[in-house]
Nanobody, 121 residues
């Protein structure tokens, strides 16, 4: 399996910004790629998805504040997070995504270690 390595997390004040990065030893699949997050005591949730065609989808909780993107070679995927809120505090993970007939996503690969994002109030 190809290891995914997330980086860029840290501690920021509410209203601040962070840019997360997800690196792969090879290019990402032509299928969708996404960012998940998991807060303590909560289920892991998909917050942003990017298709090979450039279409993006976001959870309502982050829409307008987060932006997912990839580099030209698709070796790396980013998550720009602006106007951060304390409720954004979580461990963030990237993964390759598959798409179901109904349009929903599911992860395809193994999970990396994630990167911790902590937003203080």
């Amino acid at each position: 399996q190809v290891q995914l390595v997330e980086s860029g997390g840290g501690l920021v004040q509410a209203g601040g910004s962070l840019r997360l990065s997800c690196a792969s030893r090879s290019i990402f699949s032509i299928n969708a790629v996404g960012w998940y997050r998991q807060a303590p005591g909560k289920q892991r949730e998909l917050v942003a998805a990017l298709t090979s065609g450039g279409t993006t989808n976001y959870a309502d909780s982050v829409k307008g504040r987060f932006t997912i993107s990839g580099d030209n070679a698709m070796n790396r995927v980013y998550l720009q997070m602006n106007s951060l809120k304390p409720e954004d505090t979580a461990v963030y993970y990237c993964n390759r995504l598959g798409t179901r007939y109904d349009g929903s996503y599911y992860y395809l690969g193994a999970w990396g270690q994630g990167t911790q994002v902590t937003v203080s109030s």
